[in-house]
């Protein structure tokens, strides 16, 4: 079955302790992106991936950090989390080249930061 | 920069009854445009596309949505609305020139009244 997935689905962590947020998806995708969805605010992208190797910054990357060293996994990390990291991200992937392809997500990780 | 506004923070309409979710953009160049719907404690699930050729865009579960280009809108709709058609909707928009990064509106809460 094609999906992404991420996890963990839910994490309540303390300020300052480093955390990871993986993704994995098996579709073979080239792009594959990162966003966060806050009340009134919607989906924000937080970092994207054109391929291995290639990352870039989306509208909020501030904090967060990225890599891409195998297609198909996408890990998002939180050297230092802050209170205002508390939120629900979410995973994407799609095939990209074309760039006019839907995006498949993740379920979700909801991480509280106290 | 390119943006998108869902002007409704929530539509509410009768079960059978026609519904309509707005929304408009502002992108440099051509736009492809997306909705996407997210059911409780899910990720987001792609619904329809407009990329190029005729304005009215036929997607899942009945949904459609019309592009309009001098009033920079693709509405979403369906003809006769579900109970189970109760979500939140999201439309998203890229620039088709080639800039990576999609951007989603603020979501549109959807309930359907029996």
């Known amino acids: 079955e094609a999906q992404v997935t991420q996890n963990p689905r839910y994490l309540i962590t303390v300020t300052g302790k480093k955390l990871t947020v993986t993704c994995s998806q098996n579709m073979n995708h080239e792009y594959m992106s990162w966003y966060r969805q806050d009340p009134g605010l919607g989906l924000r992208q937080i970092y994207y991936?054109?391929?291995?190797?290639?990352?870039d910054k989306g509208d909020v990357p501030e904090g967060y950090k990225v890599s891409r060293k195998e297609k198909r996994n996408f890990p998002l990390i939180l050297e230092s989390p802050s209170p205002n990291q508390t939120s629900l991200y979410f995973c994407?992937?799609?095939?990209?080249?074309?760039?006019?392809?839907?995006?498949?997500f993740g379920q979700g990780t909801r991480l509280t930061v106290v | 920069a390119q943006s998108v506004a869902q002007p409704e923070d929530q539509v509410n309409v009768a079960e059978g009854n026609p519904l309509t979710v707005k929304c408009t953009y502002s992108v440099s160049g051509n736009p492809y445009l997306f909705w996407y719907v997210q059911y409780p404690n899910r990720g987001l699930q792609f619904l329809l596309k407009?990329?190029?050729?005729?304005?009215l865009v036929k997607g899942s579960y009945g949904f459609e949505a019309e592009f309009n280009k001098s009033q920079t809108s693709f509405h979403l709709k369906k003809p006769s609305a579900l109970v189970s058609d109760s979500a939140l909707y999201f439309c998203a928009v890229l620039n088709s020139g080639g800039y990576q990064k999609v951007t989603f509106g603020t979501g549109t809460k959807l309930q359907v009244i029996p």
């Open positions: 991936s054109m391929n291995v190797e290639v990352t």
């Open positions: 994407a992937s799609s095939l990209g080249r074309s760039l006019n392809t839907e995006a498949f």
């Open positions: 407009y990329i190029t050729g005729d304005n």
